[in-house]
């Protein structure tokens, strides 16, 4: 079979079923990924006609990985149970709550800005694990906490885990191809010049693009989760958001630029941290009006999880907040200690677990168990075992809780995972039709779409790469060289085509299965993963379209182009939607879960707000009539999108 269109439609189609499972028939990821896998292997049998040996070694390699992966849960679980049951996470919700208890601040602060530093630190879906649990042991609704720590890892994710995707995934993905050979010659570059020179590209294209996520963030968790369900409380703070965004991402593009691509996510992260929480302290660009989650008793079932961290068996709750916090500062501290002493990060990484040539078929991969994110956790949880005193029952229950939730998620990942490897390893090295692989193959697709636009689609190849995989760094190494390739059949920069790729590959994170599965096992989520897919691909539309014009704009500048068109046109629908939330949608939300009529359940609203009950008062009478909170969820959502 050589119809390109044909191989294209098939390659798409496990994505494809198990994308309709999820997100459409909100099936649990422990359903839908073991269909996907099954019709993953069908495909490479029939279509690609691949060694089943090769089949096998492949989902071996993708067991192995997915080891690693519930490794690291449950070191976020441990650390979070550590710290709840300790009575840490008492004081550490009354420190944040110091400085503002308004949670459109908190998940900011700790999401965007913590969030962002966690990740140039670890990488590899390290900020969801650790910002969920903490965000809902300080009183988010768990799919909240969850939907923050997905969002986030979006912009600072290229430069993860010590600049790892543009490291190892641009530099590994480029390598041993003339043709890259040849530019670098021509821009009179060395490689690790030329690979810097892509990174900056990339900070400068998240930069545009992601001063818009954590106004993005707070609105999405008002109109999600607000006991109102008003887009508009997340507008609201604009100025606070815009200004948390530029604290980070200033940096991170100077870092970038003079640094190289290690540091721009990390120290980015850092400093934007350390200037907003200051200036917050003082009150600068706070919220005059706080906004916070109805009662408990009106969240929808859909929204909570099994964990509950709240309710910490420790009485404790003067801790001093260095001590409170001591756990998360070493974890942080040894991640960053880890990644940047070169002896130290040398001798760690000397310590492997080598699966080499499995099954005889070339596939290889490696466990790093002391450099992994995971052990530093664990010794971070250890650490929270002396200096909170805890006893040996405490302990105990600390690891009967996180293995009882990292049980839940080893399913989804357990298929998840071989379904990406046995898509990545479908290549001509282990098939007998002489195809590329499938991932290659959907973008080959594509490319002869767009012909010389794209720059514009580029992105959305990254970001697929990404939502197979579950990591920026794999799909750098999938679709580098294809896009430079792309780039050079086009007559453009290739390195502009690959910087696109990788902005996209950092876009698709918030949609990647198993980083849903894994941030979701953190607070006893799962099966739900389909509802955070419909929320979070909201975010990956966005971005890999403002990066795709971006990046188009770039090359092409200005003009009669489709960059130009669909950035203008992103842009007068962001301006339109805006309106829509300031003028409409609280109205219409009011109306909707009120039950009667818009003017009626507006007024009644209002009414409640201005008697003797309080807002958390108002907003349940508001819904009294709301009916199963489940289905006007679902409806109020939908509506929305």
């Known amino acids: 079979m050589d119809n390109l269109a044909v191989l294209s439609l098939l390659a798409l189609a496990p994505i494809l079923v198990v994308g309709v499972l999820l997100a459409g028939f909100r099936w649990p990821a422990k359903y839908a990924m073991p269909v996907g896998y099954v019709l993953a292997v069908l495909v490479a049998l029939l279509v690609w006609e691949m060694d089943f040996t090769g089949i096998v070694a492949a989902s071996l390699e993708g067991l192995i990985v997915a080891a690693t992966l519930l490794y690291i849960v449950f070191g976020a679980l441990l650390l979070l149970s550590t710290l709840t049951i300790g009575g840490a996470m008492a004081s550490i919700r009354a420190g944040f709550n110091n400085i503002s208890a308004d949670r459109r601040v908190q998940a900011i602060i700790i999401g965007w800005l913590f969030g962002s530093f966690i990740e140039g630190a670890s990488g590899f879906g390290t900020p969801a694990a650790v910002v969920a649990p903490l965000l809902l042991a300080m009183g988010f609704p768990a799919m909240a ?139 600068f660009l706070m919220p005059k009006e706080t906004f916070d989650f109805g009662p408990r008793s009106s969240w929808s079932d859909r929204w909570m999880g099994s964990i509950e961290p709240t309710q910490a068996t420790d009485s404790r709750t003067h801790m001093s907040i260095i001590s ?40 290889t991969t490696t466990v790093q168990p002391f450099y992994s994110p995971a052990f530093l956790m664990i010794l971070a949880a250890v650490f929270g075992y002396l200096i909170h005193r805890m006893n040996g029952q405490q302990i105990a229950e600390t690891l009967k809780v996180s293995g009882k939730q990292l049980a839940g998620t080893a399913v989804a990942l357990l298929f998840a ?48 790469g990404a939502f197979v995989a579950g990591s920026n760094t794999v799909s750098n190494l999938t679709f580098a060289q294809f896009q430079f390739s792309t780039g050079v059949a086009i007559g453009v920069p290739p390195e502009q085509v690959v910087a ?55 090359i092409f500048g200005f003009g009669a182009n489709l960059g130009t068109f669909v950035l203008a046109a992103l842009l007068i629908g962001l301006f339109f939607l805006a309106r829509w939330m300031m003028r409409f949608q609280g109205k219409e939300a009011v109306s909707r879960v009120g039950g009667g009529s818009s003017d009626d359940s507006a007024a009644g609203s209002r009414g409640l707000r201005g008697g003797n009950g309080s807002s958390n008062d108002s907003a349940v009478a508001g819904r009294g009539s709301r009916g199963s909170g489940d289905d006007i969820d679902d409806v109020d959502t939908r509506d929305r999108v």
């Open 417 to 464: 995972v071989p379904l990406v490897r046995v898509l990545i390893q479908s290549g001509p090295d282990l098939n007998a039709s002489g195809l590329s692989s499938m991932p290659v193959t959907l973008a080959e697709g594509a490319a002869a779409i767009s012909g010389v636009s794209w720059p514009v689609i580029a992105p959305f190849i990254g970001a697929l």
């Open 145 to 283: 906490a969850v939907m923050v720590g997905l969002i986030i890892q979006s912009t600072p994710v290229s430069f993860g885990a010590v600049g790892t995707p543009i490291l190892v995934g641009v530099t590994n993905g480029l390598g041993g191809d003339p043709a890259v050979d040849e530019r670098i010659a021509v821009l009179g570059l060395t490689m690790p010049e030329f690979v810097s020179n892509i990174g900056f590209q990339v900070a400068a294209i998240h930069a545009i693009v992601g001063i818009l996520i954590p106004l993005i963030l707070v609105c999405m968790l008002t109109g999600f989760f607000g006991p109102e369900r008003r887009f508009r409380d997340g507008l609201a703070v604009w100025p606070f958001a815009i200004y948390a965004s530029l604290a980070m991402t200033v940096p991170y593009v100077i870092v970038a630029r003079f640094l190289g691509p290690e540091f721009p996510s990390l120290f980015g992260g850092l400093i934007g941290l350390m200037l907003v929480m200051f200036t917050s302290s003082k009150g």
């Open 324 to 363: 409170a916090w001591s756990p998360y500062v070493l974890m942080a501290s040894l991640l960053v200690a880890t990644r940047v002493i070169p002896s130290l990060k040398e001798f760690l990484t000397g310590i492997e677990i080598p699966f080499a040539n499995i099954l005889g078929t070339g596939i």
């Open 500 to 554: 696109a790729q990788a902005v996209g590959g950092a876009g698709g994170n918030p949609i990647a299965i198993h980083n849903i599965v894994a941030a979701s096992a953190t607070v006893g989520l799962l099966g739900r993963e389909g509802d955070l897919l419909r929320k979070t691909i909201l975010v990956t539309l966005y971005y890999c379209l403002a990066a795709g014009a971006v990046a188009s704009l770039f």
